[in-house]
């Protein structure tokens, strides 16, 4: 480097990989500066100002109040992610990929598997989402899930904390019960698979809260908890 400014310095072949790393990231960084001052942050460079700029900014998606719930367990909030962007390998996938011949839904045996009908328009599927609404005791629609839950339609936060890690809960025992019928021809009973994902969420939950309830959310817990 010597006689040479860093910000045009060049690393040379024969140098390591680390110092090689250094240098590419000064070269990343080197269009955030003008005249040398970082043009991002009034105060200055930060990390914080650095890290956003670099990561760019996107428009924040409806379902992110769902999805990234803190009570969400990363498996599930994962699955969920994989739902709404159509991931998961469902049968219509492995019939066009070769892998199986078989269409039919596992839970339902009734009509084609493909994710709409699995997580939307199976009867295995309503039924959970039913037992959902009469475990919560409040109205989550049929159709458009995700802007209800955006629109903040549940009295309090802790029913939208609670509403919408079990919902996310449900879809992904509803895909592990899928998986477990088509290794063991067996499906779980509705009844039960709600009922788990509910003490699993209920439990997580009064693990990480700290904070006192509203005589609101006190009675609701109370009537949901029975």
């Known amino acids: 480097m010597k006689g040479s400014a860093w910000t045009d310095y060049t690393a040379p072949l024969d140098c ?8 590419q990231v000064k070269d990343i960084f080197k269009a955030g500066y003008h005249d040398n001052t970082w043009i991002h942050n009034v105060s200055g460079y930060s990390i914080a100002s650095g890290y956003n700029w ?3 900014s996107s428009p924040k998606v409806p379902w992110r109040f769902i999805c990234w719930n803190s009570l969400n367990i990363p498996k599930t909030a994962f ?11 469902t049968r219509d996938r492995l019939v066009q990929m070769g892998i199986c011949s078989d269409f039919n839904c596992c839970l339902c045996d009734s009509a084609p598997e ?10 295995f599927t309503r039924r ?8 919560l005791q ?13 629109a903040g339609r549940c009295k309090s936060v802790l029913q939208k904390l609670l509403a919408g890690a ?12 899928r998986n477990h019928d088509r290794l063991h021809h067996s499906v779980i009973h509705p009844k039960v698979l709600v009922h788990q994902v509910w003490n699993e969420v209920l439990e997580r939950w ?7 309830l509203s005589p609101l959310e006190t009675q609701w817990l109370s009537r949901v908890s029975m």
């Open 16 to 23: 390591s990989w680390t110092w090689k790393k250094i240098v």
């Open 54 to 56: 670099l990561r760019t």
């Open 79 to 89: 699955i969920y992610w994989a739902t709404l962007h159509k991931k998961l390998l």
């Open 114 to 123: 493909y994710h709409d009908h699995l997580f939307h328009d199976c009867v």
């Open 128 to 135: 959970c989402m039913s037992l959902l609404q009469l475990k």
């Open 138 to 150: 409040f109205p989550v629609p049929t159709d458009d899930k995700i802007r209800w839950f955006s």
């Open 166 to 177: 079990f919902y996310v809960g449900v879809i992904h025992a509803i895909w592990m019960a």
């Open 206 to 212: 009064k693990k990480r809260n700290r904070s006192p």
